[in-house]
């Protein structure tokens, strides 16, 4: 079935570690996004991407870099760990036709010691 | 500064008929969004609304009037597998997304 994937699913960090998520669509969709989502706060946007070879800061970009070097991989990376990342991280996609709809990942639970 | 809000949790009855609401306030519209989200899931998609007005889709309408900042989800004949969290989403004039902090739905026999 044609989607989005991502690894790991869960994973335990402890804090100043280094940390890529990984982020696979076969869609073939031109834009892709890496949210975070915590308890009480709405779906917050960290970086994302219109398309492949660019790339742009979302609301809470701070301690996270990604790269798209081609259409279909999206890899965000945590430089050096930190408590405050703990977070269910959620990689989307969207063709950017019709409504533009997303298209989540099943999400990377991510836990910072 | 941009604002979704709607409420936190809500309750309703297997068989029974549920409205959520949400109001926003965002710098430019282009469109509303519901996404369905099951606990330890991931959100999808149900609905859009650029226009005002109500768009049916089988047991679940989204309501739409641009004027009030206002939208709601309609979600009729309830069952079960309806609970989840129900999560409000604007498209500004940027075409950035803002999102709600969802409405947990709990559905009681």
């Known amino acids: 079935i044609a989607g989005i994937t991502q690894a790991p699913t869960s994973q335990i960090l402890a804090a100043g570690r280094r940390m890529t998520l990984r982020c696979t669509q076969d869609?073939?969709?031109?834009?892709m996004y890496w949210y975070r989502q915590d308890l009480g706060l709405g779906l917050r946007l960290i970086h994302y991407?219109?398309?492949?070879?660019?790339?742009g800061k979302g609301e809470v970009p701070d301690g996270y870099s990604v790269s798209r070097a081609n259409t279909d991989d999206f890899p965000l990376t945590l430089a050096s760990a930190v408590p405050s990342q703990t977070s269910v991280y959620f990689c989307?996609?969207?063709?950017?036709?019709?409504?533009?709809?997303?298209?989540f990942g099943e999400g990377s639970r991510l836990t910072v010691l | 500064g941009q604002n979704i809000d709607q409420p936190t949790e809500m309750t309703a009855t297997e068989g029974a008929i549920v409205q959520i609401n949400c109001t926003y306030q965002?710098?430019?519209?282009?469109?509303l969004f519901w996404y369905q989200q099951h606990a330890g899931e991931a959100p999808t998609f149900l609905s859009y609304?650029?226009l005002d007005g109500l768009e049916e889709k089988g047991r679940f309408s989204s309501f739409l009037s641009r004027s009030k900042g206002y939208s709601y989800l309609l979600l009729k004949e309830l069952q079960m597998k309806d609970s989840a969290s129900y999560l409000c989403?604007?498209?500004?004039?940027?075409?950035?997304?803002?999102w709600g902090a969802g409405t947990k739905l709990i559905i009681k026999p």
């Open positions: 989307a996609s969207s063709s950017g036709g019709g409504t533009g709809e997303l298209f």
């Open positions: 869609m073939r969709h031109n834009a």
């Open positions: 991407s219109n398309t492949a070879g660019t790339t």
């Open positions: 965002t710098s430019g519209f282009n469109g």
């Open positions: 609304n650029v």
């Open positions: 989403a604007v498209r500004d004039s940027n075409y950035q997304l803002i």
